[in-house]
T-cell receptor
């Protein structure tokens, strides 16, 4: 069985601070995919990134960066110089099957509040 | 349409009633997923369609829940004899194929059973 744990329920930072959201996963598969989604107050989940289990290169996209470490089963997400618009619930998710990647197991999310 | 559309956005129903929730995926997307999200939790997988057929319905909690996608586009999630525990946000997502492609989510239907 697969499991995703986001230990931080809520995080509050002041604008321009850096913040890291933690994600730890469990799976028995050797091939799997990890995702991060953002859920703003409107409720729609917004895809941020997908990473497959064979690619441990870290990725940077603007103010966002992701640190994938297979050895610790972690896929952490860092926002640099946070902004008020970053306030949302962030979900980490895991998919095990290449042909059914939409079937994901989600963590319970981390609510990020960025104060001005 | 431009995105995944779900109707209604909110639905309040009495315990024991039947409800239907509709999902209109992005045009051309063959894969469609239903998730349920309870307050303070992440989305929980319910069912996955590839085309018209349910490829994986392992997440449906019991036989009161049923979903269809008769023409491979619009999908309807049906809940019979609703219970208060069914109250949640029901999310629909679609993707171009069932493979490792980005899934696009709708804004969800908030179902409240009173």
């Amino acid at each position: 069985a697969q499991k995703v744990t986001q230990a931080q329920t809520e995080i509050s930072v002041v604008e321009k601070e850096d913040v890291t959201l933690d994600c730890v996963y469990e799976t028995r598969d050797t091939t799997y995919y990890l995702f991060w989604y953002k859920q703003p107050p409107s409720g729609e989940l917004v895809f941020l990134i997908r990473r497959n289990s064979f690619d441990e290169q870290n990725e940077i996209s603007g103010r966002y960066s992701w640190n994938f470490q297979k050895s610790t089963s972690s896929f952490n997400f860092t926002i640099t110089a946070s902004q008020v618009v970053d306030s949302a619930v962030y979900f980490c998710a895991l998919s095990e099957a290449e042909t059914n990647a939409g079937k994901s197991t989600f963590g319970d999310g981390t609510t990020l509040t960025v104060k001005p | 349409g431009a995105g995944v559309s779900q109707t209604p956005s909110n639905k309040v129903t009495e315990k024991g009633k039947y409800v239907e929730l509709r999902c209109d995926p992005i045009s051309g997307h063959t894969a469609l997923y239903w998730y349920r999200q309870s307050l303070g939790q992440g989305p929980e997988f319910l069912i996955y369609f590839q085309g018209t057929g349910a490829a994986d319905d392992s997440g449906l909690p019991n036989d009161r829940f049923f979903a269809v996608r008769p023409e491979g586009s619009v999908s309807t999630l049906k809940i019979q004899r609703t219970e208060r525990g069914d109250s949640a946000v029901y999310l629909c997502a679609s993707s171009f194929t069932g493979g490792v492609t980005e899934a696009f989510f709708g804004q969800g239907t908030r179902l409240t059973v009173v």
